[in-house]
Structures are given as C-alpha cells and as structure tokens.
C-alpha cells in the first residue's frame, strides 16, 4: 500500500466547475506538498502546507494533519488547468525522503 | 532569479553505457534532491545533498550515485544502464534545512536502448 495516497487517479470537468483533488496519507508528517505538472512538462510547486488553508488564485489547499488528509481544489476550472496533480509528504518514517502519491490526471473540457 | 537548470535535456544511451547528469540549483539554495519519474512507478526519491553531503538516499541500486560541489551544483551518474533507467530525471533544489519548498528543474529524458 502506498503511503501516500490521492484520489481521483482521472478527473475529466466541464471549464467553469469547482475540482476537488484528495490526498490520504498513513504515516506522520509534518507538511505536505502539492505539484502540478503539464504533459511533457516539468512540475511546478503549488502549495507547501503544514496547517489550515493556503490560497493562491483559483487554487485553495487545505490539510488537517490529525486527520492525515489534504485537498486542492480549483475554483472556476480552465482548460489551461488540464494536468497530473500530485500531492507529496517528507514522512517521517523514512527520514523525510519526499513520497509522492500516483498523480490525478485532470482534463478540463471548454 | 534564474530557475534550477538542468543538463542535457535529452539524452540517449544504450545498455551497459553510463550517464552523468547535471542540476544547478537556484542562486543561494544548498540542497539539491534528485528523482526519477517513470510511468510505472511514478516519481520516486533518488538521493538529497546538502553542503556537499549526501544526507538522504532512496531505495536504487548503487549502480546510481551522485555529488554535490562546493557551488551547490550536482551530478547524478547512472552507470551499466539497463532498459528499465529509461526515465525523466529531475532534480530540485531548496534553500537547506527542514522542509522547505523545493523548486524543480525541466528535467532530464534518458532513453536506454
């Protein structure tokens, strides 16, 4: 079982829709980050978050560390906002070594 | 500031070659890490350097390796390439201690033929 785990894998959405991407993970850790990476490309940090709520434009992130879950959302979806999302925690247990979860792969139709 | 700079961004080798790739870090970030992405496995930690120390190392054989130079700058060497190092490598770099933001590199695309 991977340690850190995300929710949808795909994620198809009419532009203009509210996305929720989720991200589980079952060891401790004391911050969690959330990339973006478009096809061919490189990634992109998002969000680094350790506690309550980050926002930045249309993105919002949010993590509750007692319950070990993080969410992105996007507001008002674009398709410019088609790409894998992956979410990733230095854990502890590994000697905060970054572990990714698998990635979303979002696409977001006009 | 420029970004995290990655050399070459496309390479092809084949089996049994070895490969030495090269990451400059943003302008005053002393930790450099470096992972592989392939579609199988996803993205998995590879190894962190920090003032010249390799201080964390993730699950590879040690046909990879890597070190960090006095400048921040690193390399990555794969040596006996088999099909499966077939992958993106990219590495990125943070100012150092604790958990900080990690910015990352284009990446480097190693096909092994």
């Known amino acids: 079982k991977n340690e850190v785990e995300q929710s949808p894998q795909n994620l198809t959405a009419q532009e203009g829709e509210f996305i929720t991407i989720n991200c589980s993970y079952s060891?401790?850790?004391?911050?969690l980050h959330w990339l973006q990476q478009h096809p061919g490309g490189g990634i992109v940090s998002l969000f680094m978050?350790?506690?309550g709520k980050k926002k930045h434009g249309r993105l919002i992130a949010t993590i509750n560390i007692q319950e070990k879950h993080s969410s992105l959302h996007i507001t008002a979806s674009h398709p410019r906002d088609s790409a894998v999302y992956i979410c990733?925690?230095?854990?502890?247990?590994?000697?905060?070594?970054?572990?990714f979860g698998k990635g979303t792969l979002l696409t977001v139709n006009p | 500031k420029a970004g995290v700079t990655q050399t070459p961004r496309y390479l092809i080798k084949t089996r049994g070659q070895q490969v030495t790739l090269s990451c400059s870090p943003i302008?005053?970030?002393?930790?450099v890490s470096w992972y592989q992405q392939t579609p199988g496995q996803g993205l998995q930690f590879l190894f962190e350097?920090?003032?010249?120390?390799?201080?964390n190392k993730g699950n590879f054989p040690g046909r990879f390796s890597g070190r960090q130079f006095s400048n921040s700058r690193s390399e990555m060497n794969v040596s006996t390439l088999e099909l499966g190092d077939s992958a993106l490598y990219l590495c990125?770099?943070?100012?150092?201690?604790?958990?900080?933001?990690?910015?990352f590199g284009p990446g480097t695309r190693l096909t092994v033929l």
């Open positions: 990125a770099s943070s100012l150092g201690q604790g958990l900080d933001e990690q910015f």
């Open positions: 060891v401790g850790i004391s911050a």
């Open positions: 978050l350790s506690s």
């Open positions: 990733a925690a230095p854990l502890e247990a590994s000697n905060y070594k970054l572990t």
């Open positions: 302008s005053g970030h002393r930790s």
């Open positions: 350097y920090f003032s010249e120390t390799q201080r």
